[in-house]
Every structure is written in structure tokens, then in C-alpha cells.
């Protein structure tokens, strides 16, 4: 399989919500960086902490439904992929997510070893990680 597969094998498997596969799609060391300023904002290292604390945290008991993933672009060249992806769905509150991302994979042995994310991350906190709500 090709970089380029090995990514959109990923990004298909997070839209089906295939936990195994989404697993199975990372490096045991692999790294995943997400901008700002967020409570998920930083160096994850490890796939448990990837999976288990960023992707499942970010989204845990946030959404009425799972969002909509949809992948919109991918360009690789050697071992490095970019894919755009949107992702959009309703939180619990009643909000609207959507926002438009961007990924720089880093993939080697059929196996994602690092991610760089790039997506609004004013957004993703306004709609994703609201202030508490006055008592």
C-alpha cells in the first residue's frame, strides 16, 4: 500500500468510525500535533494517546451524532501526504461544527508515524470547549 492509501484508508475509517482500522492505521510511536491554544492543543506521542486521549477526547460526549467526515484532497510525494478533509456535525448543546482541515502525514511501512493538523482552531474551541456556563 502507498502513502497515499495508507492515508486515505485512515480518513475513510474515521468517517465509518472503524475503531480497528483507525488503530491499525498508526505507528506504535507515531506523533500527532494540533495548533493553538486548545485543551487538545500540542504534541500527542504514542497511537494510545493519539486515538484513545486526542481523537477520542476531542469528540467525547461532545456531539448529538458522530460528524460528518468527508475527504476532500490528498497530494503525496515520497512518504509525505497532505489530505483535506471537512468535518461537520451538531453538538450536544446544539451548536454547529464544521470546519475545513488539513493534514501533513508522515507515513512509513504502511503505518502513519507523524501528523501535523492544521484547521480553525478558533472555531473548533468556541464550538468544541465553551467557557462554562454562568450559575
Same mark, same amino acid.
Given at each position: 500500500?502507498?502513502?497515499? /492509501?495508507? *492515508? @486515505?484508508?485512515?480518513?475513510? #475509517? *474515521?468517517?465509518?468510525? =472503524?475503531?480497528?482500522?483507525?488503530?491499525?492505521?498508526?505507528? =506504535? =510511536?507515531?506523533?500527532?500535533?494540533?495548533?493553538? +491554544?486548545? &485543551?487538545?492543543s500540542g504534541t500527542w506521542k504514542g497511537r494510545d494517546a493519539i486515538v484513545n486521549d486526542f481523537l477520542g477526547g476531542v469528540t467525547a460526549?461532545?456531539?448529538?451524532?458522530? &460528524? /460528518? @467526515?468527508?475527504? !476532500?484532497?490528498?497530494?503525496?510525494?515520497? +512518504?509525505?501526504? *497532505?489530505?483535506?478533509?471537512? #468535518?461537520?456535525?451538531? !453538538?450536544?448543546?446544539?451548536?454547529?461544527? +464544521?470546519?475545513? %482541515?488539513?493534514?501533513?502525514? !508522515? *507515513?512509513? =511501512? $504502511?503505518?502513519? !508515524?507523524?501528523?501535523? $493538523?492544521? %484547521? +480553525?482552531?478558533?472555531?473548533?474551541? #468556541?464550538?468544541?470547549?465553551? &467557557?462554562? $456556563?454562568?450559575?
Open positions: 500500500m502507498t502513502p497515499k /492509501e495508507t *492515508v @486515505v484508508r485512515y480518513v475513510q #475509517a *474515521v468517517a465509518a468510525g =472503524d475503531l480497528a482500522a483507525i488503530v491499525a492505521s498508526f505507528a =506504535d =510511536d507515531a506523533t500527532w500535533t494540533y495548533p493553538g +491554544d486548545t &485543551p487538545v460526549g461532545a456531539f448529538a451524532a458522530p &460528524p /460528518e @467526515v468527508v475527504l !476532500t484532497g490528498v497530494v503525496a510525494e515520497g +512518504d509525505q501526504v *497532505v489530505a483535506e478533509w471537512t #468535518a461537520q456535525g451538531v !453538538t450536544v448543546r446544539g451548536d454547529r461544527y +464544521d470546519n475545513r %482541515c488539513i493534514g501533513v502525514y !508522515t *507515513v512509513r =511501512d $504502511e503505518k502513519i !508515524t507523524a501528523v501535523r $493538523e492544521y %484547521c +480553525d482552531t478558533k472555531h473548533a474551541e #468556541a464550538v468544541l470547549f465553551p &467557557p462554562p $456556563e454562568p450559575r
